[in-house]
Every structure is written in C-alpha cells, then in structure tokens.
C-alpha cells in the first residue's frame, strides 16, 4: 500500500448570530457589568436568562439583576487549559448560582490550585477591562469571602443595546482521503488519471472512491483512464468567484475522459466560451508543479457521436 | 410513540449486527471504505441484498469529518444509485435506528438497513464536541468534552453517590469485561493514569477512536425468515433534557428514567443493560435513573469505555444487547444511548428474545 497522505485541514468560520430579546438584555448587561435573570411563573430565576421556561416552554420576558456575587455548585480542575478556554493559567471550570439566581452559570474560577477550590465556596465575577455584549465580558470569578453585594433593580433597557454576536469557531483537522483517493491524488502526482472497476458492473469510477455506488461494493482493480476525453456537458460561469484569477465568463464542463465510465469536471481553456460544445474533445493541459490538470483545452479531432456518452451526462 | 401506542403494532426485530474493530486511528481507510465491510457483514448475516432493503438510515457527524454532506459520501457503499429510500440523522445511529423503526411501524417497509460511523482521528473530539453546546452562552468558553463530565462527576461526589475509588472500579470492570470483545479498543488492565480534568482521570474517560456499525431491522414474520432468534423491539423511546447545565440536575438524569419508563423497562426485569455511559460517572448516574440492580449483568461488552467511536457508540450498546439475545444469553435487554454533554439527551430500547 503507498503511503498514506495527510494534510492539515483548518475550518474555520465567524458564525454570526443574532440575539432574541432576552439573550440581548443579558448579554447588553454583562457590557454594563450588570447581570440579569429571567423570572418563571413559579418565581423561579433563571441566570443565564432564556427565552422560554425549560420545564412549562411558557415564553418569559420579566427580566429581573442579581448580584455579582455567588456559591459553586460544582467544579473541576482544569491542569491544561486549551485554546479558546477564558484563563490561559491553569483553572477550575465552575457552575456558580448568582445570589439571587435559581439556577447555574457556566465559567472559569481563577483559583491557585484545587486545594483552593471547594462546592458552596464563595465567589464573584471579575469583569473583563473590554467589554462588548457577550459571555467572555466576564473575564472569570474569583474566590471572595467578603459581604453579600446589594441587587439593584434594574429594567433591562440599555442605551445601545446587542443585538447579535459573532461566534468564531476554528477545527483544526488532519486530512486523510483514504486507500482509493489516495491512489487516485498519487498518480495524479505522475500526471496519470487512475479510476477503479467495480467487480459486479464491471463501470470504471474516476475519481474512484472505493465503493460502486450502484452496486454497493468495494472496488479496488485499477483503471489508467484518458488523458482524451469528451465534454459531456457545461455550464458558463458568469460571476467571477473571490480570489480567483481566471477571467470570466469561462466554461466549467463534465468530462467523460476515455475509459471512464462517470466524468469529472474540470474548466475548459483555449477556446472562445462561445464555441465548447457537448462532444468537443478535450485533453489536461499541467501546469509547471501543478498536482492536476490546471484546465483541459480541445484535442482538434471531431466531435464524439452523441450515442458513445449519452449515459454519461 | 410510548410502549402503550407500539401495542398492536408490527412486531420488529433486531436480525443482525456487525462493526468494525476499533481503532485510535483508521487513516488508511475513508469513511466509506471503513463501513463497507460491516454494511457486508450484516448482509451475508441475513442472506439479504442491498436491493432488498426496504429503508436505509445512518448516523454520522459532519464535525467529526470537518465536511459539508460528507455522510453522501458513506451513501456509495449501500448501492445508493439507483435512488434508495434513505434517510439520515446528524446523530448516534441509535437515534437513526429510532427512525427506521418508525418507519417499518408504517408499514412502509418490511426490513431496513441502519448504519453509523465516525472517525474521530483526524480533529480533536474534545473541541470538536465543543461545537455542540449553547453557542451564546456557552461555546465560547469551549468547555471540552471531558470537563463538562468533570464536572457532573465532581456534583456526584459532592452529593455522596461516588468517590474516586469507586469510579476506578468502573473503569477497571468495564475493561475487564471488554477481553472476550474482539472489537474493544481497550482491553483488560488499563492504567487509571493522571487527571485529564480533575476529578476524572484518563481511566475514567473513553477511548478516542475511529468506527462504524450496521444492524439490520425486520418486521414480523421476515424477522423469522432473517433470524433463529430476532431481538424484538419492545419498546423504545427518547427523551431530552435542558441544554443549560446549570439549570439541570447533573447528578441524576429524568430524560433517561422517562425513556425507559416510555419503553416498558419497569414492566419486568431486565437480565442485561448495554449502557452508552462514555464516563465512569455517568454509568453510576444511569444505573440509579434505570433502577438496575447487582442482578443485571451492565455492559458485557465493555461499553463506552472500552471502544467509543462517536456517533456508532450507541447502535452498538443495541447491537450488542440484541447479539447476546440472538446468541441466547440474553431474554430481555436494555439498549442506551446518549448525546450531548453530561447525558442530556437519552435514548432506552427494550429487546426480547422468544421464548425458550
């Protein structure tokens, strides 16, 4: 078997969301370094405030401060905080009931060590110095053994409130295709085009995937295919993508190339968009240091009849 | 439905169950390559076709794959073309087999194919997981994974239900049993090793590993045809808890003790429970929501703790439940599954052998 390939793969997206009335008032208050609940109709105060009640679904508006003071419920050591987590120290996660609160906040407890941690310990928030309307505007709670602080009431309206955030998220990932991609990617390396025949319907895949999906069965025989083939059918781009720098409009086709029995798609080059056609036959055209076909540009030989690609629209 | 609504309806059966060995890493192996011999297994196992099957539905996740669709691609190893009846759940296959089993209730279909499969290899489940949580109030102080379940273990030895020692006998015992599991990732005596997040130490945690599972669904007199002895499903039901944690009881878990409920656990005694508990501690939570005493014999396979490839984990614990039925050693199972943190959401099926 060759080797296998890897290859980093980073997915990363800033989710942009868009806050309900409640979730907006929270997340406006921690700006303001207030912190508000959600009352339930049986009095119960929910902190982090939600929208609707999680036992009765009854919608919930009545917005009600608590303090910024509060007792663990639970906790856990954290030795090796990762990437995103709020301290970069080592921490303890915690759920902390606000005075006030009937229910849980999850954060980061800055504590020493977890001898220095324990369930119904006091703590309070520390504010983050830079605030914007979102759960990171606490930096983390601290222990604190001092006074109860006083509830102000407070409405819930804000000069300027948040109405949405952004949610970054990144994955980090190590791409591996797999045995028949992979062999697929390596020959292409040797500027060869490999499918592979599946052993019931005999069909040739390119680029092969290890399985006929008409037959459901591995496929491993494989299958040298082109480089010739024919423009089975094609679209014209007319909207030129961000950080490309092919000049539009240009024509994306399929391409049933010689041997294979389902066409691959590639961009057709070196002739007016206007005259590709189906049937036109086509070869790769390889780039210096390229690892496929940059574009495929027609061969010169006549049209391909209809009837020998019409299964392979 | 509820076990009272599934009285006078089909009869429907587990017939066969196969999956893949798992492994901390498949590399080699697409996610389609990886399925394929299992998809086979549980054919050979029932004589049947992939043209034959009534219903096909899988489980996977596109956050493990880092793709877009990437469960289209898995579709090439049923014989997807040309157009099957198929379905898919962004899921544990236990919730996609929830899904077939209705779907053979309508009398739609009399068999169905149910599949699941994750690599967890190629990115880091623990963020990875991280994806799934609340994402204003939560997601972005990426709690992983292992600290949220910290964190329920920790509430369970506040509230005296365990202590460390017993959560290592847990681990010890789970592994233990894993050595008749040819399949089992780990096996036999595994150091209880230092704390990932205290209080679980890595003995405490799941393997990360890559795998797939299928089973096979018949209804009524098929199910005969398929198999010496079906599993018959009985019952099942699946229920969900509050996503706020703190809003939530982390030391018991209501949504699981109303799925059993729903799927007529307490109607008689169980002789084996495969419960889906990724971490020590919540194996104690499940034993005291399911009522499961020293009589019943608790994941004999090992369970998720031996071999925990997300999103098969738990069409697996069914799996397994419905073998030692097929095998005899078994007359009325417990099947669990679970997703999300601190088990929020959970997933009780009730299997039975005829009897003998």
Same mark, same amino acid.
């Given at each position: 078997?060759?080797?296998?390939?890897?290859?980093?793969?980073?997915?990363?997206?800033?989710?942009?969301?868009? @806050?309900?009335?409640?979730?907006? !008032?929270? =997340?406006?208050? %921690?700006?303001?370094?207030?912190?508000?609940? &959600? #009352? $339930? /109709?049986?009095?119960?105060?929910?902190?982090?405030?939600?929208?609707?009640?999680?036992?009765?679904?009854?919608?919930?508006?009545?917005?009600?401060?608590?303090?910024?003071?509060?007792?663990?419920?639970?906790?856990?050591?954290?030795?090796?905080?990762?990437?995103?987590?709020?301290?970069?120290?080592?921490?303890?996660?915690?759920?902390?009931? @606000?005075?006030?609160?009937?229910? !849980?906040? =999850?954060?980061? %407890?800055?504590?020493?060590?977890?001898?220095? &941690? #324990? $369930? /119904?310990?006091?703590?309070?928030?520390?504010?983050?110095?830079?605030?914007?309307?979102?759960?990171?505007?606490?930096?983390?709670?601290?222990?604190?053994?001092?006074?109860?602080?006083?509830?102000?009431?407070?409405?819930?309206?804000?000069?300027?409130?948040?109405?949405?955030?952004?949610?970054?998220?990144?994955?980090?990932?190590?791409?591996?295709?797999?045995?028949?991609?992979? !062999?697929?990617?390596?020959? %292409?390396?040797?500027?060869?085009?490999?499918?592979? #025949?599946?052993?019931?319907?005999?069909?040739?895949?390119?680029?092969?995937?290890?399985?006929?999906?008409?037959?459901?069965?591995?496929?491993?025989?494989?299958?040298?295919?082109?480089?010739?083939?024919?423009?089975?059918?094609?679209?014209?781009?007319?909207?030129?993508?961000?950080?490309?720098?092919?000049?539009?409009?240009?024509?994306?086709?399929?391409?049933?190339?010689?041997?294979?029995?389902?066409?691959?798609?590639?961009?057709?080059?070196?002739?007016?968009?206007?005259?590709?056609?189906?049937?036109?036959?086509?070869?790769?055209?390889?780039?210096?240091?390229?690892?496929?076909?940059?574009?495929?540009?027609?061969?010169?030989?006549?049209?391909?009849?209809?009837?020998?690609?019409?299964?392979?629209? | 439905?509820?076990?009272?609504?599934?009285?006078?309806?089909?009869?429907?059966?587990?017939?066969?169950?196969?999956?893949?060995?798992?492994?901390?890493?498949?590399?080699?192996?697409?996610?389609?390559?990886?399925?394929?011999?299992?998809?086979?297994?549980?054919?050979?196992?029932?004589?049947?076709?992939?043209?034959?099957?009534?219903?096909?539905?899988?489980?996977?996740?596109?956050?493990?794959?880092?793709?877009?669709?990437?469960?289209?691609?898995?579709?090439?190893?049923?014989?997807?073309?040309?157009?099957?009846?198929?379905?898919?759940?962004?899921?544990?296959?236990?919730?996609?087999?929830?899904?077939?089993?209705?779907?053979?209730?309508?009398?739609?279909?009399?068999?169905?194919?149910?599949?699941?499969?994750?690599?967890?290899?190629?990115?880091?489940?623990?963020?990875?997981?991280?994806?799934?949580?609340?994402?204003?109030?939560?997601?972005?102080?990426?709690?992983?994974?292992?600290?949220?379940?910290?964190?329920?273990?920790?509430?369970?030895?506040?509230?005296?239900?365990?202590?460390?020692?017993?959560?290592?006998?847990?681990?010890?015992?789970?592994?233990?049993?894993?050595?008749?599991?040819?399949?089992?990732?780990?096996?036999?005596?595994?150091?209880?090793?230092?704390?990932?997040?205290?209080?679980?130490?890595?003995?405490?945690?799941?393997?990360?590993?890559?795998?797939?599972?299928?089973?096979?669904?018949?209804?009524?007199?098929?199910?005969?045809?398929?198999?010496?002895?079906?599993?018959?499903?009985?019952?099942?039901?699946?229920?969900?808890?509050?996503?706020?944690?703190?809003?939530?009881?982390?030391?018991?878990?209501?949504?699981?003790?109303?799925?059993?409920?729903?799927?007529?656990?307490?109607?008689?005694?169980?002789?084996?429970?495969?419960?889906?508990?990724?971490?020590?501690?919540?194996?104690?939570?499940?034993?005291?929501?399911?009522?499961?005493?020293?009589?019943?014999?608790?994941?004999?396979?090992?369970?998720?703790?031996?071999?925990?490839?997300?999103?098969?984990?738990?069409?697996?614990?069914?799996?397994?439940?419905?073998?030692?039925?097929?095998?005899?050693?078994?007359?009325?199972?417990?099947?669990?599954?679970?997703?999300?943190?601190?088990?929020?959401?959970?997933?009780?099926?009730?299997?039975?052998?005829?009897?003998?």
């Amino acid at each position: 078997m060759p080797e296998v390939l890897k290859a980093p793969l980073v997915v990363e997206f800033p989710f942009t969301r868009s @806050l309900g009335p409640v979730q907006s !008032a929270f =997340l406006t208050g %921690l700006r303001e370094r207030v912190v508000l609940g &959600v #009352r $339930t /109709g049986d009095g119960r105060t929910l902190v982090p405030p939600v929208e609707y009640d999680p036992v009765t679904a009854e919608e919930l508006r009545d917005l009600v401060a608590v303090a910024s003071t509060g007792t663990v419920t639970t906790w856990a050591w954290n030795h090796e905080p990762r990437r995103g987590q709020p301290l970069a120290a080592p921490f303890a996660w915690v759920l902390v009931r @606000l005075d006030g609160a009937d229910t !849980a906040l =999850l954060h980061a %407890l800055d504590a020493p060590g977890p001898d220095a &941690v #324990r $369930t /119904g310990m006091r703590v309070r928030i520390r504010w983050a110095e830079e605030r914007s309307g979102a759960i990171t505007d606490i930096a983390c709670f601290e222990p604190y053994d001092g006074e109860n602080t006083e509830i102000t009431y407070h409405a819930g309206e804000f000069e300027g409130p948040v109405t949405g955030i952004v949610a970054h998220a990144r994955l980090d990932y190590t791409y591996s295709p797999g045995r028949a991609q992979s !062999a697929y990617i390596t020959a %292409l390396s040797g500027r060869r085009t490999v499918g592979e #025949r599946c052993p019931s319907c005999r069909k040739v895949y390119v680029p092969p995937r290890g399985a006929c999906p008409t037959c459901g069965v591995a496929t491993a025989e494989q299958v040298e295919v082109g480089p010739r083939g024919t423009v089975t059918t094609f679209c014209i781009v007319n909207i030129k993508a961000k950080n490309l720098d092919i000049e539009v409009p240009y024509v994306y086709a399929h391409i049933a190339l010689d041997g294979a029995d389902l066409a691959l798609h590639g961009r057709i080059g070196g002739i007016p968009y206007d005259q590709v056609r189906m049937g036109l036959r086509v070869e790769p055209v390889w780039t210096e240091g390229a690892r496929y076909p940059d574009h495929y540009r027609p061969t010169g030989e006549p049209d391909a009849d209809y009837e020998t690609y019409k299964e392979l629209l | 439905m509820t076990r009272e609504q599934a009285r006078g309806a089909r009869e429907i059966a587990v017939v066969a169950f196969a999956q893949t060995d798992h492994r901390r890493t498949s590399e080699e192996h697409s996610e389609v390559e990886m399925l394929m011999p299992v998809l086979h297994d549980v054919l050979e196992q029932t004589g049947l076709k992939t043209a034959d099957i009534g219903f096909t539905c899988s489980g996977s996740s596109d956050y493990l794959a880092g793709r877009a669709f990437s469960f289209t691609l898995a579709l090439d190893g049923v014989g997807a073309w040309p157009p099957i009846s198929e379905s898919h759940v962004e899921m544990d296959g236990a919730w996609a087999l929830y899904e077939a089993w209705t779907k053979l209730l309508t009398g739609d279909a009399d068999t169905a194919l149910v599949y699941s499969y994750g690599k967890s290899s190629p990115g880091s489940v623990r963020d990875v997981l991280t994806r799934q949580l609340d994402p204003y109030y939560v997601a972005p102080l990426w709690p992983d994974s292992v600290a949220l379940a910290a964190l329920q273990a920790q509430a369970l030895i506040d509230a005296g239900e365990t202590d460390e020692p017993a959560l290592a006998g847990v681990a010890a015992r789970s592994r233990a049993a894993a050595t008749t599991n040819s399949h089992a990732q780990l096996r036999g005596s595994v150091p209880h090793g230092e704390y990932v997040v205290r209080p679980l130490r890595t003995g405490d945690c799941p393997p990360i590993g890559d795998g797939a599972a299928a089973v096979v669904l018949a209804a009524g007199e098929r199910a005969r045809q398929l198999c010496a002895r079906p599993a018959w499903i009985r019952g099942i039901d699946h229920r969900i808890e509050a996503h706020g944690l703190g809003v939530r009881d982390l030391t018991d878990s209501p949504s699981a003790r109303l799925a059993a409920e729903k799927a007529g656990v307490f109607e008689q005694p169980v002789d084996t429970a495969e419960l889906h508990a990724p971490f020590t501690a919540q194996e104690v939570v499940l034993r005291k929501a399911l009522r499961l005493d020293d009589r019943v014999t608790v994941n004999p396979s090992g369970g998720a703790l031996a071999a925990n490839p997300i999103m098969a984990a738990g069409l697996i614990r069914i799996g397994e439940a419905a073998a030692r039925i097929h095998r005899g050693e078994s007359d009325r199972a417990l099947a669990h599954a679970t997703s999300g943190p601190c088990l929020q959401q959970n997933l009780v099926a009730v299997l039975e052998g005829d009897p003998r």
